[in-house]
């Protein structure tokens, strides 16, 4: 029973890798290519995406680099709930810019005052939970789920809409074609990560 237990903790692990290239790559490239594709309207919002995806990354792939400790250690579970909130305002930031209907400038303060401000409502009750000694463990866990139900899955679902609102939106028709596949897709993930 011990070899099954071994082999399903390798898995496990290689799954966290895979799952946390995925975002890497997704960050990294965005991060290169957004400056180059300076001729669409689009690529001004993907920053927020690209720190989203560093970030997914870093927490999918903190039990690969921390596996050989058997017992969660404190000081990371809080560094893994504190990314991952993060995280998620970022991934709820590219939603909100997606789907805005002002110029790029004009609305911005907005954006970033509804996710800055989710979060620090969400690091506010982080912190009463704390102060109320609710034991960490159901901090942990309350945390990521209020995170994940708060603001990933609008993140992710507005997200999924804004892309496709603004590939028909900005997009010039003779390029359609060759982008919408990829933002098609995109746009799907996002919705299934939500």
Not at 13 to 24: C, E, P, S, V, W
Not at 94 to 119: C, E, H, M, V, Y
């Amino acid at each position: 029973m011990d070899w099954l237990r071994e082999a399903l903790a390798a898995h496990q692990l290689l799954l966290a890798f895979l799952h946390g290239q995925a975002f890497f790559m997704l960050g990294l490239s965005i991060a290169f290519l957004a400056r180059r594709s300076a001729r669409l309207k689009l690529t001004h919002s993907l920053t927020p995406l690209a720190v989203f995806g560093f970030c997914e990354a870093l927490v999918a792939w903190m039990p690969v680099w921390f596996a050989p400790a058997r017992e969660l250690v404190p000081w990371l579970a809080w560094t893994r709930l504190l990314l991952l909130g993060i995280d998620y305002a970022f991934l709820l930031l590219f939603a909100l810019q997606t789907n805005a209907n002002a110029p790029r400038d004009s609305r911005r303060w907005r954006q970033w005052a509804i996710a800055g401000g989710l979060l620090g409502l969400w690091l506010l009750g982080l912190l009463l939970a704390r102060l109320l000694d609710v034991p960490a463990e159901h901090t942990w866990v309350g945390g990521e789920l209020v995170a994940r139900y708060g603001m990933a899955l609008p993140g992710g679902l507005m997200g999924a809409w804004g892309l496709r609102r603004q590939t028909y939106r900005t997009i010039e028709r003779e390029r359609l074609l060759l982008v919408n596949p990829h933002l098609r897709v995109s746009g799907f993930a996002l919705g299934l990560f939500a």
